[in-house]
């Protein structure tokens, strides 16, 4: 843990109260002048932590062994999310949390000899109080606004992905937009066929129209998105992807609200 950093920001806690970690727009000045000659990487980690709400997911634990886990889900979130290497993150979750848990090891301004008169300090802004959070870790519950299109297209971006976790937004969007691509692909392919007075594409005892391939190739075309994104699903309730095969149950549970914060299969889709 680099200390200067430490004995920096507990400086700016000791002139700004401990409320100013919960607002990167206020601390960041602070921090950039200074901090200013540390190393940059450190620095950065350190920011980025704050965006992402650790002073409020650490304050708001009530164990060791809850600060830790919820030290693990930060690491992983800002390394995906922003790409800041997970040894800084880890460093940088472990200096707020010695700011915040353990002020008494370090202390900034250092004692003044008895015998040299106090430095007096101009008088601070007073500030509104921080609201009190619950014992959930806040970052987990500010849902991310996308519109139907956006959750959509979000599922096509991981089309064969597997791994990590699907919000029920996620999952009913791609299931209403796959559903109506694949009807209105089979409903062209008729319709262009009887317009154009089109024969079938192979003549047997059923007939393959142009609307049959239309939609037998939509289906194709979102059988693997819609395998991964159901998968995720059930990796979002707790549930393994086998559990999908299981009638009536597997509808149950797309229908569940997800874990709050990280759960074994990776970081919460609502605080991402």
Known sequence: MNTNLLNIVNRIVAEQGEGILADAKRLFPFFADYAKNENKEERVA??????????????????ADERQRVKEGLTYQVNVKTGVDRSRCADALDLLEAVIFKPQQQTYPPQQPQYLPQPQYPPQPQYPPQPQYSSQPQQYRQTTKMNPFQYFAAALKKYAVFNG????AEFWWFSLFSGIIIFAAGFIGYFISDFLGMEPIIDAETPLGLGEILNTLANL??????????IRRMHDVGKSGWYMLIPIYNFVLCCYAGN??????????KSM
């Open 46 to 63: 350190f920011g980025r932590c704050i965006e992402y709400g650790a002073y409020q997911a650490l304050r708001n634990t009530r164990s």
């Open 260 to 269: 709050t914060g990280p759960n074994k299969y990776g970081p919460d889709p």
């Open 221 to 230: 075309f979102f059988l693997l998105p819609s395998l991964a994104v159901t």
């Open 165 to 168: 976790r699907a919000r029920r």
